[in-house]
């Protein structure tokens, strides 16, 4: 019975942490880009119309530091918060850009 728990327990926690993965990604088209200081926010908007604000700065992403363009296909990972009416992402790390 210990065994099958255990089992049990790793199973749901290979699962957990499986979906936990994609929490953190957004996948969209760049809708416009307001250029700032450090970097630059673009507009996403996913496939299920979304929008997310991105925050792409040179500082969170160093040498993976990337300039999109309207209408970029991008996959983007990062910390992600919501206000009362926007969607925002702090990217750190830029997993596709077409």
């Known amino acids: 019975m210990k065994k099958f728990l255990s089992l049990l327990f790793f199973v749901g926690l290979i699962f957990s942490c499986a979906s936990l993965k994609d929490k953190n990604q957004v996948e969209g088209s ?3 880009i307001v250029y700032g200081k450090d970097g630059y926010t673009a507009k996403i908007k996913t496939d299920k119309n979304q929008i997310y ?5 040179r ?7 990337k300039v999109f363009k309207t209408g970029n ?3 983007l ?3 992600i918060w919501k206000t009362d009416t926007e969607k925002h992402i702090k990217v750190t790390e830029i997993v596709l850009v077409n």
């Open 59 to 65: 500082v969170n992403l160093e040498q993976n530091y």
């Open 77 to 79: 990972k990062g910390e």
């Open 73 to 75: 296909k991008v996959v």
């Open 53 to 57: 604000l991105a925050t792409v700065s």
């Open 30 to 32: 760049v809708e416009s």
